[in-house]
Every structure is written in C-alpha cells, then in structure tokens.
C-alpha cells in the first residue's frame, strides 16, 4: 500500500475543507493518507472533518527531538544545501534562525514518520511547513510536493525558491499562479507546475433574486486578517450612507483585525448597518447567502476564494477585486463583477450599479442580473465543481508520484 504523508500548517479548520477533502479522496482510492498538522486546530474547528488520527508536531515531545537532533546529524549531507542555503541568503537574520528552528522540526517530523514507511509528503501551503515537510523528506531520502494557493505564493515567499527547486512538483490553483511561478522562477521545468482547480458542492436547487424592499443586504465571508481588507468595506459602507443608499452589511469570520474593525465601525457611526457576526459555523452559512443580495470580497492578496463559488452557485451576485485568479472565476459583467484593486470609487460604483440591478419588487421578466447569475451558477458547475475537481486532482496526483 502507497503510504502519504500530508501536512498542513493547521489541521483541521473549517475555512480550508479541501484540505480534508484531498486527504479523504486520496484515501477513497486506496492510499494510506498520514494526515498531520504543525500546530494544533483551533478550539472551533469542526472534529469531523479530521477522519482518522493526526499527528501533531507541536507541542513536539523531548524524546523524539533528542532524536531528531541525531538523525540530522547522522544524514546531514541529506540536508546540507538547505543549511548552505540559509546561511548564503540574503534573508533578516530571524527568518534565516526560524528557517533553521524548521529545519530541527523537518528532523522531528522524519522521526515521527520513521516507522510508517512514507513514500511521499506533501504539504498544503507554502509557509513554514513546506520547508518541514521538505527537510523530513530529505532526511527520508522520498519526495515531496506542494500546493500553493495566494499568500503563500504572492505575499509569504521566504525560501520560495528553494521550496520550488527540491519539490517533486508544484500543485497550483489557477493559471494565474501557474504562470507567476514559472515567470518567477524561469528555471523551473514547465512541467513540474500543476494546475488543479478546487470547487465547491452545488445546490440542487438556488434561489433567485431576492428584491423585496429597498434595502441592499451585502454579505462579506472570511476571517479578519488584514489581507482580507474589510476595513476598505467598512470605509465604503460609510460612502454608501452618504449617498443615501439603504443597506446593511454582515461581515462573517473572527480573527485579529475585529477590534481594529469595530473602531473603525463605530467612527464611521454606521453601527446600525455594519455588523461583525463573528465566527459562523459552515452549516449556517448557507443561510447567510440565502439572506443576501450580493456577496463582496475586498482582499489584496487570493487564490480563487471557495466564498466566491459558494456564493455563484447559489445565485448570488459578487463583487470581487480583479486580483491573481479571481477573473478566471468572475468574469466581468458575464458570471460577477470586478473591481480595480484599492479604487474605493471603483467598488462604490459597481455597489451602485449592483443597486440598481437587483430588483426591488416581484418581476416575471428575466432581468440582465438574472442572466449574469445563471450564468456565474453554470461557471462553477462546469469549471469549479468540487467532487470533478477532486476526482481529477486524485488522479492527477497518483499519476505524479508513481515511481518511474
């Protein structure tokens, strides 16, 4: 039996299901999937979706890290150019002491994997646990892979390059990031680069447009880092009273920036209308878009967001910045609307004509917005559908880690 080992910074959380969903398909098919996690899940993240143990590297255990100091030094030939690597860099010096400090870990992942007979790691994300799962396959002597989605690519490059070169191959989320990467780093074979989409389960049925009154209820779903720039949202939602428009706005997600959010909020005295419903479980966030008339996304930096799909096959409209691969999701005036990233007028104008779209009293006529819904639903169905998708990525994967 092909025996993965698969590592994700944290495991499991509610806001990346195709972590989960990777794993359990890989396993459908017969492959015995280790699923592991640096840090430990948060206290919300939902148990089902962890399916058989994880094995956590953090808190690491004595023991095991006293062995992981000696296999290092047993085969550090295995992992010497990555050493060579991070003294030669031109990184600060506490990205070059953590990139070592994740090198021991690298070391204490391989011991926990000794005795599993791994023939793979592969790694969600290219943040620091890619450089972990890198070294414990170095020091394994077996592959390793990687999936980068937006950040990881575009914002958090530390060693990128060198994450890059030792990969077996590289799984990316769009074009857009297959062609930075290789634009990027020109030395990388073109081949080594994957394109697998991810998707999201479709309805049977959507609702249609809702046009009851004259009120515009936007919806905002993700967590409140400041990469996900709800504060432009908050910003424009003050505009937006300004211009006597009725509205309200729920922005769903907890994280570091609610505090910063709420003041900003209050300043803006639009309290009644903005409202930070803090973390929402998966199984009611369907109701959130069923209450809604457009889905808005202000984030500097994406893959190609799951909200965005969630909200398009359920015939929700959604306005998102034309960033990385969104467009290859949302096509201007066809399946969504875009905006010029950071253009505050930009995104209040296309929340206006949104307005003015979305029908305010019971009509039999098809509308231009229905046309753009239905075809945004069509959009996901074909090109973003969750159980193809997956059933293509474990093919695609199983393909590219057999031995040649």
Request: hydrophobic share 45%; glycine share 6%; net charge positive.
């Amino acid at each position: 039996m092909v025996t993965v080992a698969y590592l994700a910074n944290t495991f499991p959380v509610a806001v990346e299901p195709y972590v989960n969903d990777e794993i359990e398909e890989l396993r459908r098919r017969g492959i015995r999937v280790i699923a592991g996690s640096v840090r430990r899940a948060p206290a919300e993240s939902p148990a089902h979706l962890s399916g058989n143990e994880i094995l956590h590297l953090q808190p690491p255990q004595i023991w095991p890290l006293v062995r992981a100091v000696i296999l290092a030094v047993q085969r550090r030939r295995h992992i010497s150019c990555l050493l060579r690597r991070i003294m030669r860099g031109n990184e600060p010096a506490v990205k070059q002491l953590k990139a070592v400090i994740h090198t021991w870990l690298g070391a204490y992942y391989a011991v926990l994997l000794q005795e599993c007979k791994v023939d793979h790691i592969h790694v969600h994300h290219g943040y620091f646990g890619s450089w972990i799962g890198m070294a414990a396959a170095k020091l394994l002597g077996i592959d390793y892979s990687l999936t980068l989605h937006g950040s990881d690519l575009l914002t958090h490059v530390a060693y990128l390059d060198t994450k890059l070169e030792h990969c077996r191959f590289c799984i990316t989320i769009s074009e857009y990031n297959r062609r930075y990467i290789l634009r990027k780093f020109p030395a990388l074979p073109v081949g080594k680069v994957i394109v697998s989409r991810l998707g999201v389960s479709i309805p049977d049925q959507s609702q249609g447009i809702r046009g009851t009154d004259r009120t515009l209820r936007l919806l905002a779903v993700g967590r409140l880092q400041r990469v996900k720039d709800h504060a432009f949202l908050v910003r424009a939602c003050a505009q937006l009273r300004d211009a006597g428009v009725e509205f309200e706005c729920a922005i769903a997600g907890d994280g570091p920036e609610r505090d910063s959010l709420a003041q900003l909020i209050c300043k803006n005295q639009i309290e009644d209308r903005v409202t930070l419903l803090g973390y929402v479980a998966r199984a009611n966030i369907d109701a959130l878009y069923r209450n809604s008339d457009a889905v808005v996304l202000t984030s500097r930096s994406e893959g190609i967001p799951l909200v965005l799909m969630e909200a398009m096959a359920r015939c929700r409209p959604v306005l998102a910045p034309a960033i990385t691969g969104i467009p290859e999701l949302v096509i201007p005036g066809k399946t969504g609307f875009l905006y010029e990233p950071g253009e505050a007028g930009d995104f209040l104008e296309k929340l206006l004509l949104l307005y003015e779209l979305i029908p305010r009293a019971r009509v039999s006529a098809v509308t231009r917005l229905d046309w753009i819904v239905h075809a945004a639903r069509v959009q996901v169905l074909h090109n973003f559908n969750r159980n193809r998708n997956l059933t293509e990525f474990g093919d695609r994967f199983l393909d590219l880690i057999a031995v040649h």
